[in-house]
């Protein structure tokens, strides 16, 4: 079944082109692994610099292969440093319409 991940940043002040930045090698390492399916980063219109990435994978164990790749660990290593709080995650499956 697939599934939605979404992960909500925000940087510290003045760091959103920095985190941006990584953001992108987080996307293009992503759509290069087993099991990504699509994905799009949105910017919010109302909280400066606030990031939110929704990823869409095959599976829930798809994604935990990508999540736990020592490509991604480094990768976030780097970000880190730049958020004002810990990035928040939320995986979504799609509910059955009833009735």
Known sequence: MAIKVMLKRVPKPGKWREL???LIELRMLGMGHRGYISGETLLSATD???TLVISQWASINRWHDYASSQQ?????DKIRPLL??????????????IG
């Open 84 to 97: 004002a709080e810990p990035t928040s995650m939320e995986i979504w499956v799609e509910s059955p319409v």
């Open 72 to 76: 991604r660990m480094a990768l976030l």
């Open 20 to 22: 941006n930045e990584i």
């Open 48 to 50: 400066q610099g606030t």
